[in-house]
């Protein structure tokens, strides 16, 4: 008797019809108790971590300037 015999007529044979291109996939379920350790983890993750306040962007203000205070202030810059 060889090995490939004893292995098919120990191990039953199954089609696979529920993996197929635009079918049903099989539903997989995560284990409950991975599932409820991930929430733990987060959970705690959650706790640790401070609450960050959300900033204020400064905000700039534009200033309207005539074409002769422009090239006097460019002038400014090219001398430092």
Not at 13 to 30: A, D, H, R, W
Not at 40 to 69: C, G
């Amino acid at each position: 008797m060889d090995l490939s015999d004893i292995y098919s007529t120990q191990v039953k044979k199954t089609s696979v019809s529920m993996l197929q291109v635009g079918g049903n996939f099989p539903q997989i379920e995560k284990d409950p108790n991975i599932r409820r350790l991930e929430q733990e983890v987060y959970a705690k993750m959650r706790s640790i971590m401070p609450k960050e306040e959300p900033q204020q962007a400064p905000k700039d203000e534009v200033v309207a300037l005539s074409f002769q205070d422009a090239l006097k202030e460019l002038a400014e810059f090219q001398k430092k």
